[in-house]
């Protein structure tokens, strides 16, 4: 081989230890790219729509530390757990007794406390919404021990009291569920008659007649006075 051709096969042998063989460098930032999301994950709003718990809307639970709030889903989102039945602006209640819902509500929402827990910004249409569960258990339901107001079927504790010579007063309390509540302190209601001036001597026999405070709280003759008509369990 004369030195010209050994000259070129030097060359060429030196251009495949340069250029040739081995993985190709991954271009800058391709690695970083590939390991980062590009965007930042969507935050669910709690409310759907122009109004927060309007009637017909649904709802989840979410915890928060003791408290639990309720954001908005679809009706048919598989974490839907209560249906709102009505809602009533500027008022604040503690509990479902001094509330306006149906006998059917389940569940009581003050609407300022749960967008609150939410961090959701204050809406001019706050106020409490009455809601029932879609699936059990129904405390409302007649017996439960829950719900508004009082209703045939349910339970109450009835205490008793001297009132000297023999006689014994008995008051009707606090409703209670009839599964499990003690015997001998809890009657079941079976008649509610709603009244002016009523007279008494309507309850079935062996049902006792409870006379609780009139509608409104007052003493007037003519306001409308709920009575029961109860039997011991």
């Known amino acids: 081989m004369n030195r010209r051709w050994a000259v070129l096969v030097a060359f060429c042998l030196t251009l495949a230890v340069g250029c040739g063989g081995g993985e190709p460098e991954p271009r800058a930032g391709a690695s970083q790219s590939a ?11 709690p409310v759907i729509g122009d109004l927060y718990l309007d009637r017909g809307d649904c709802v989840r639970e ?5 408290e639990t709030a309720y954001p908005e889903v679809a009706c048919d989102d598989r974490r839907a757990v209560a249906k709102v039945l009505s809602r009533y602006l500027d008022d604040t209640v503690t509990d479902l007794r001094g509330s306006d819902c149906m006998d059917d509500t389940d569940l009581l929402v003050d609407m300022r406390a749960s967008l609150g827990l939410l961090g959701a910004a204050a809406r001019a249409d706050e ?8 699936k059990e258990p129904h405390p409302s339901d007649p017996g439960r021990g829950g719900g ?16 000297g010579s023999g006689l014994i007063r008995r008051s009707m309390g606090a409703e209670l569920p009839c599964k499990g509540s003690k015997r001998g302190s809890t009657y079941r209601i ?14 079935p026999d062996a049902a006792e007649e409870f006379r ?3 509608l ?3 003493s007037d003759v003519l306001e409308e006075v709920e009575f029961y008509c109860a039997v011991e369990r």
Do not use: F, H, M, W
């Open 62 to 66: 979410e915890k928060k530390d003791t």
């Open 127 to 134: 106020g409490y919404a009455c809601l029932r569960n879609l």
């Open 212 to 214: 609780p405070t009139s």
């Open 148 to 163: 508004p107001g009082l209703r045939v079927g349910d339970c109450v504790k009835v205490t008793e009291s001297e009132l």
């Open 190 to 203: 079976v008649k509610i008659s709603t009244e002016k001036r009523y007279a008494g001597g309507d309850c």
């Open 35 to 45: 390991s980062q999301p590009t965007t930042e994950p969507a935050t669910e709003s």
């Open 216 to 218: 409104s709280g007052e």
